[in-house]
T-cell receptor, first 114, second 112 residues
């Protein structure tokens, strides 16, 4: 069966510091991968998605970037955090086939920028 | 463009009462529809999905949802709510590129 991991679970970082959040998937090959952000009291905002190694699509312009250095690894980064980057970050995966579009979510990372 | 509307931000029901959470979608073709549940501080868990066929779909934890094309709706139901069902519920529709478009969510509170 497939599992998805995210770390760290929580993170407190000062404004201007760098960020690296990691997501890995086990038990499947060539998954689609997604990064979402949930700000307090708001829904899910899709930040990035990837259909393969090195292939990243950005959904909204922002202070963040994503990379996919390996098939089942997805990294969310920032060079300098802003207060507005605080939120709950969720990684998700789906099968790459059109008929299996449901996404499976990781446990999330709570980021607080101070 | 695809969109999902969950008209109720908060719903409070008594334990043992029935539940219906509303979801309306906008999509040009036959939609792929989903309901997810999120407990505080946790990731999202897939409750059920509709792709085609029987318009009444069963999910985990005793939930079901009915797809009504004429009303562009996919409402989530449960006949008897348990205190452990208190959570936030998200409806979603499949979009191009294997992406999902989510509604804003409905927070369910359960009174004992």
């Amino acid at each position: 069966s497939q599992t998805i991991h995210q770390w760290p679970a929580t993170l407190v970082q000062p404004v201007g510091s760098p960020l690296s959040l990691e997501c890995t998937v086990e038990g499947t090959s060539n998954p689609n991968l997604y990064w979402y952000r949930q700000a307090a009291g708001r829904g899910l905002q899709l930040l990035f998605y990837s259909v393969g190694i090195g292939q990243i699509s950005s959904e909204v312009p922002q202070n963040l970037s994503a990379s996919r250095p390996q098939d089942r690894q997805f990294i969310l980064s920032s060079k300098k955090l802003l207060l507005s980057d605080s939120g709950f970050y969720l990684c998700a995966w789906s099968f790459a086939t059109r008929m299996k579009v449901e996404q499976y979510f990781g446990p999330g990372t709570r980021l607080t920028v101070t | 463009a695809q969109s999902v509307t969950q008209p109720d931000i908060h719903i409070t029901v008594s334990e043992g009462a029935s539940l219906e959470l509303r979801c309306n979608y906008s999509y040009g073709a036959t939609p792929y529809l989903f309901w997810y549940v999120q407990s505080p501080g946790q990731g999202l868990q897939l409750l059920l999905k509709y792709f085609s066929g029987d318009t009444l779909v069963q999910g985990i934890k005793g939930f079901e949802a009915e797809f009504k094309r004429s009303q562009s709706s996919f409402n989530l139901r449960k006949p008897s709510v348990h205190w452990s069902d208190a959570a936030e519920y998200f409806c979603a529709v499949g979009a191009r590129g294997n992406k999902l478009v989510f509604g804003a969510g409905t927070i369910l509170r359960v009174k004992s």
